[in-house]
């Protein structure tokens, strides 16, 4: 490959989970900190993890991360494979290296999801790593991150409202409301903005907003609420909708809204939508926890 120019790096970021931190030392030694795809460099962000409890935590969050690196035997009382549950549910864009320094049994077929022996580790993070950047050119790529990232925002924001507006579930308020009547993104933006930071001149509605009074001053949600989140719908929508520029096709294009098929132009809307998800589930955390009883 070519030597590229180390000034002009990025990030690759990877969630490596393993209960031997002392034993992941020497892969990660080996990887590096660094690989180069055609003529950029990009820089391996490792954020390592003891436990699944961990792992699930960080991903939760709402955090991208390019790729998960798992040991496959992480105790007598977990395996590795458990943390498929988050790959396989909200977190689908994530590709999933499981390693073993022991063959590994009962191997799950996905889409996402790859095998190595301990001693081919190194080598299999290198080559999905091309694999992966390079994928981001791709028309149909990043119409499958984007639209599935953007399905687990959408459903943030629906458990918050579902949770503010029909908390004993009476109502069935998701069945009834939210899944039948299809309400656009932005009229649930505002409809959670007016929630959380409308002015109320009665004490009724003055309770109603309590629960939001311990969002942090730097809390980014009202930004999110405000601009960001008509940012993300545009982007959506021309990944989902546009077609190949005729003048570069390494653009798509939806009438005068155009978007870089690149992995920094369509990392920035997955990050964007990211903190989205961590945005609501900020809010949703503030109102079950008054619900719980916490102060």
């Known amino acids: 490959m070519a030597q590229g ?10 969630l490596w989970l393993d209960d031997n931190k002392d034993g992941t030392a020497p892969y990660i030694s080996r990887l590096g900190n660094k690989t180069n795809v055609g003529e950029k460099y990009y820089k391996f962000e ?7 409890r961990s792992a699930s935590e960080e991903l939760r969050k709402g955090k991208y991360y390019d790729m998960l690196v798992v040991d496959w035997n992480l105790s007598d009382k977990e395996k590795g494979d458990a943390i498929l549950n988050e790959v396989t549910g909200q977190y689908t864009y994530t590709h999933c290296i499981f390693y073993s320094r022991l063959p590994i049994k009962n191997k799950k077929d996905h889409g996402l999801v790859s095998y190595t022996k301990a001693e081919g580790l190194v080598s299999a993070i290198t080559e999905r790593t091309f694999e992966r950047i390079s994928n981001f050119g791709m028309a149909y790529y990043a119409r499958g991150i984007v639209l599935s990232m953007y399905a687990d925002l959408e459903e943030s924001i629906d458990n918050f409202l ?3 507006l029909d908390p004993e579930g009476k109502l069935r308020f998701r069945e009834c409301f939210l899944s039948d ?12 903005h007016k929630i959380v930071y409308g ?35 545009k982007d959506r929508n021309t990944v989902a909708h546009g077609q190949p520029d005729r003048s570069n096709q390494g653009k798509l294009g939806r009438g005068k809204d155009k978007i870089e098929l690149s992995r920094e ?22 109102l079950t926890g008054t619900q719980n009883g916490t102060a």
């Open 46 to 52: 490792i954020k390592q993890v003891e436990n699944l």
């Open 5 to 14: 120019n180390e000034e002009s790096q990025d990030k690759f970021y990877i």
């Open 199 to 233: 002015k109320s001149n009665n004490e009724k509605g003055a309770a109603l907003q309590e629960p939001f009074n311990r969002l942090e001053e730097e809390s980014l949600v009202e930004e999110m609420l405000k601009v960001k989140i008509r940012n993300i719908i």
């Open 181 to 192: 009547y299809h309400i656009d993104m932005g009229v649930k933006a505002n409809i959670v």
């Open 162 to 164: 579902a949770d503010y």
């Open 265 to 286: 132009r369509i990392l920035g809307v997955l990050l964007d939508i990211a903190e989205g998800i961590s945005a609501f589930t900020e809010l949703d955390k503030c």
